[in-house]
């Protein structure tokens, strides 16, 4: 079983940054989802086990960067120019296979940005 925990979610005002960290051990691709009040969950990036594959949700691209730590079993989602409607609980997710859907899920962390 991975434990997955999330930390670096809070309060920003818009054009603000923040950056998300979810530690979790072991050889897995990672995902950072979202969900708002009232919406689906949806996905926000992805990226490999060793890094050289990413992936982003058109809502984002341009604003947060996914990467990762092997070293530190770490995986980072930098958000930069924050949004209002990027306000939502922001969950790591990992997979031990590609392409599959994810396993394992953290527990969430809350990020809200004030208009």
């Known amino acids: 079983q991975v434990q997955l925990v999330e930390s670096g979610g809070g309060l920003v005002q818009a054009g603000g940054s923040l950056r998300l960290s979810c530690a979790a051990s072991?050889?897995?691709?990672m995902g950072w989802f979202r969900q708002a009040p009232g919406k689906e969950r949806e996905v926000v990036a992805s990226?490999?086990?060793?890094?050289?594959?990413?992936n982003y949700a058109d809502s984002v691209k341009g604003r947060f960067t996914i990467s990762r730590d092997n070293a530190k079993n770490t995986v980072y989602l930098q958000m930069n120019s924050l949004k209002p409607e990027d306000t939502a609980v922001y969950y790591c997710?990992?997979?031990?296979?590609?392409?599959?859907?994810?396993?394992?899920w953290g527990q969430g962390t809350r990020v809200t940005v004030s208009s």
């Open positions: 990226i490999s086990w060793g890094g050289s594959s990413t």
């Open positions: 072991g050889r897995y691709a």
């Open positions: 997710a990992a997979k031990r296979v590609a392409g599959t859907a994810y396993d394992y």
